[in-house]
């Protein structure tokens, strides 16, 4: 027990830690919203080494605690829906057990972008912004693949440390 709680507050600090990083990172093509996902790395790993429930708890503390020390309420809403669909679709993806590592991040990636946009659409109230989409696609596409290639080179390198 000792052992998991240790190890979940690792897994916390370190996407917390990158969540800090990406805020420091002038990462902006004029399209808002759009960002590498780094803390995303952590959550993708640890859904291979964690339960299902073990998972959603700590991306729903890594969003809440870095939208608090890092952001605002509409951040935490956004960042919140996006990242609850998006382990959703890489949890139900992984259970096939047919799918690489880089193809489901790819899918929560994309997932995590559709997810903060129909929060934005309620927010708003209007489906014109839904017109952002194929951008929104695009980049949880491209953020997925290099997110998932990264978390499948650590995967196979901490699987020799357990």
């Known amino acids: 027990m000792n052992k998991k709680v240790a190890e979940f507050g690792i897994f916390l ?8 990083v ?12 759009i960002k590498l996902g780094l803390a995303n790395l952590v959550i993708v790993i640890f859904l291979y080494r964690a339960s299902f429930k073990e998972a959603l708890m700590l991306s729903i503390l890594r969003v809440l605690v870095a ?13 919140l829906s996006g990242a609850v669909l998006s382990l959703l679709v890489m949890y139900g993806l992984k259970r096939l057990d047919k799918n690489s590592i880089i ?3 790819m899918a929560g990636g994309v997932a995590h972008n559709m997810g903060q946009l129909l ?14 989409a194929p ?24 699987k020799n440390i357990r």
């Not at 929060?119 to 952002?132: G, N, P």
């Not at 951008?135 to 901490?158: D, H, M, P, Q």
């Open 22 to 33: 990406e805020s420091l990172i002038p990462f902006n093509f004029g399209i808002p919203g």
């Open 103 to 105: 193809g489901i991040s």
């Open 119 to 132: 929060v934005a659409v309620l927010v708003v109230e209007t489906l014109q912004i839904t017109y952002y």
């Open 135 to 158: 951008v929104l696609l695009i980049a949880g596409l491209v953020t997925g693949l290099l997110i998932g290639s990264v978390a499948t080179e650590v995967i196979k390198r901490i």
């Open 67 to 79: 939208g608090f020390m890092f952001g605002n309420m509409m951040m935490i809403l956004y960042s």
């Open 13 to 20: 600090s370190l996407a917390l830690i990158l969540s800090y």
